[in-house]
């Protein structure tokens, strides 16, 4: 199935949609937050894995990293970025 295409806006904005919504540390993370996406440049090892985009970064507690990780992973696989090639 291919992947939709959102912008890098639409992704930042489903990206912290679903870590608001997700019930992770009995809810302590959900005031975390991601930036928009970066570009994932042909040479870097995520593109061998058809990534075009990823975030590196969130503001929130260090506790809530694997769970925005796993959100991230989530949205990455269905969507690719139209704002890079």
Request: some cysteine; aromatic content about 8%; charged content about 30%.
């Amino acid at each position: 199935m291919a992947k939709q295409r959102l912008t890098a806006v639409q992704i930042r904005d489903k990206v912290n949609e679903l870590i608001a919504m997700d019930g992770a540390l009995d809810g302590d993370c959900r005031d975390c937050r991601v930036e928009k996406p970066r570009r994932v440049p042909a040479g870097e090892p995520a593109a061998h894995y058809g990534w075009n985009w990823n975030i590196d970064t969130f503001q929130g507690p260090a506790p809530c990293h694997a769970m925005v990780q796993r959100i991230v992973a989530e949205v990455r696989r269905d969507y690719d970025c139209s704002d890079f090639p």
